[in-house]
């Protein structure tokens, strides 16, 4: 079990690392892994930690809540100190990170990986109504299940399912949700009597096109109204009312408003407060790092990864899954501890469920180039399979929790720093 400190002013650590979360603790783990001796403290405030991939199973009704939520004090390796605390700001050129209470921890090596922020508030009357009057989302453990609750219980009407602009977490998670209730109501004879529609704040469905089509016959196939350029800026809950701006072809834009008997919203996301305002954020707000070392791009003993940093991949569980590893390299280089650096190839997957049963597995690294892990006679992920639907629900969640969690990098092992890829 870790140990709880309150920090003191004179505190220092050879590693701080900052955010708990899969990205976190899935570094503290693969520097332990490397060098045991290693004296690594975690700073976040959360008691719980959640396996945030399996709340789309969640809003199905195949995974149950509890299932992906464990107590923090269990996912942080022994051996590393357990600050329970919020951060303020930085200070990188003192190596000191302020916490909310007042005091200062001092480092050797930063790594910043906090997640990113939902923001709930930038859509006028969703947070009173989230949870009610048919308005949910899957990006909300409490959430989930309410989805579940509304896809079985809704017979005919109107289903509303929204993508903010990117970037988001799991770009392929509002879509997901769209096509497991399209495949119950389907499933269950209802799906005639609803009419589901996705708006979709971006221009493309999906943004690897080699994986557009097969997602496409599945819109065909659950006679999805779906529209592009389309933005939620508010929602009336008692009214069962969403606003969407429109984007015209000639740039200009119309607001309208569209009835709902369910609306699934995904938030717009940005970087927490605390980084956006620090000296470790780019001009959007994001830890600014290089691309493949993970790097900032300023401050030579600051590592960035997970949601939190500027890099171009997918924001999800498998990016940190690559990225956490290749970090804990490169601190371990910067430390004088291994000789050469590590890279990272831009790697994200997005298993899209696009019915109970199949998945859609993309698979892909930095321009959207296809990045399969297994043989295509094996797991074509460009097609729907059954394989694919196996390996999200049965391999993934112990795969987070006993390899991911714990150091163990399955299909995760660093390469060395290409020369020309160094910025």
């Known amino acids: 079990m870790p140990a709880l400190l309150s920090p003191s002013p004179t505190e220092h650590h050879q590693v701080l690392i900052v955010g708990a979360g899969a990205a976190g603790i899935a570094t503290a783990s693969s520097l332990l892994a490397r060098e045991p001796s290693l004296d690594i403290a975690l700073i976040d405030p959360a008691d719980v930690h959640y396996y945030q991939p399996g709340w789309t199973m969640v809003g199905a009704g195949v995974f149950d809540a509890s299932d992906t939520a464990r107590s923090m004090a269990s996912a942080i390796p022994r051996g590393v100190r357990w600050i329970k605390a919020r951060v303020q700001s930085f200070d990188p050129s003192g190596r000191q990170v302020m916490l909310e209470e007042g005091r200062a921890i001092a480092y050797d090596q930063l790594v910043v990986c906090p997640g990113l922020k939902l923001d709930w508030d930038a859509i006028d009357g969703l947070s009173e109504t989230l949870g ?4 949910t989302s899957n990006y909300r453990y409490d959430l989930a299940p309410y989805t579940w609750k509304l896809v079985q219980t809704l017979k005919q ?3 509303l399912f929204t993508q903010p602009p990117m970037p988001i977490k799991c770009a392929g998670a509002p879509q997901k949700a769209l096509y497991l209730s399209c495949d119950h109501w389907l499933r269950n004879g209802h799906l005639g009597a609803i009419k589901p529609q996705f708006f979709n704040a971006g221009a493309v469905l999906f943004g690897v ?6 997602l496409m016959r599945y819109i065909d196939k659950y006679g999805v109204d779906l529209n592009y350029h389309h933005r939620l800026v508010a929602v009336d809950g008692p009214g069962q009312r969403a606003t969407f701006v429109r984007t015209l072809a000639d740039g200009s834009s119309e607001t309208f408003t569209q009835a709902f008997d369910m609306l699934h919203v995904v938030p717009p996301q940005v970087a ?3 980084i956006r305002q620090s000296p470790l954020a780019d001009a959007a707000g994001w830890v600014d790092v290089d691309p493949y070392t993970l790097r900032h791009r300023q401050f030579d003993n600051v590592h960035g990864l997970g949601d939190v940093a500027n890099t171009s991949n ?16 490169n601190v371990l280089v910067a430390l004088g501890r291994l000789p050469t650096l590590a890279q990272y190839d831009g790697y994200g997957s997005c298993p899209l469920t696009v019915e109970r049963g199949k998945i859609v597995l993309a698979e892909f690294t930095y321009g959207g180039k296809v990045a399969p892990s297994f043989p295509r006679w094996l797991l074509d992920g460009r097609q729907p399979t059954r394989l694919a ?3 999200k629900a049965r391999v993934l969640p112990p795969l987070y929790w006993q390899a991911m969690l714990k150091g163990r990098e399955w299909l995760a092992r660093p390469q060395p720093l290409a020369v020309e890829t160094t910025q």
């Open 132 to 135: 009610r009057h048919g308005v």
């Open 157 to 159: 009407g109107q289903a």
């Open 209 to 214: 096109p080699d994986y557009v089509p097969a």
């Open 272 to 274: 927490p407060d605390f």
């Open 314 to 329: 997918a924001k999800t569980a498998a990016a940190a899954r690559k990225q956490a590893p290749v970090v804990a390299n």
């Open 389 to 391: 639907w196996l390996l």
